[in-house]
């Protein structure tokens, strides 16, 4: 089992930065892929930016060159720094893990990106 908290959401006018953070605890040796997804109102979720255990990583194409996927080397921490923020980036975002076949997600955090 792995638990996820994600935190750093919030409001921030377009052109801004933030930094999501989320927090693995749990089964967390056999963590293979991270990820970020979001879900804005009305639409599905989707892939936002993945890294795998082998350091590699994939973006959607409305976030490539503004957000950058990163965790840290004991595999219990994702980040997702995020720049140049758009209106169409507000979206309330979830963090995701994969262990074998299981796929866990976070509660999500909110971010509002006003223009």
């Known amino acids: 089992q792995v638990q996820l908290v994600e935190s750093g959401g919030g409001l921030v006018q377009a052109g801004g930065s933030l930094t999501l953070s989320c927090a693995a605890s749990?089964?967390?040796?056999?963590?293979?892929?991270m990820g970020w997804y979001r879900q804005a109102p009305g639409k599905q979720r989707e892939s936002v930016a993945r890294?795998?255990?082998?350091?590699?990583?994939n973006y959607a194409d409305s976030v490539k060159g503004r957000f950058t996927i990163s965790r840290d080397n004991a595999g219990n921490m994702v980040y997702l720094q995020m720049n140049s923020l758009k209106p169409e980036d507000t979206a309330v975002y979830y963090c995701?893990?994969?262990?074998?076949?299981?796929?866990?997600w976070g509660q999500g955090t909110q971010v509002t990106v006003s223009s």
């Open positions: 890294i795998f255990s082998v350091g590699s990583t």
């Open positions: 749990g089964t967390i040796f056999s963590i293979k892929t």
């Open positions: 995701n893990v994969f262990v074998g076949a299981s796929s866990y």
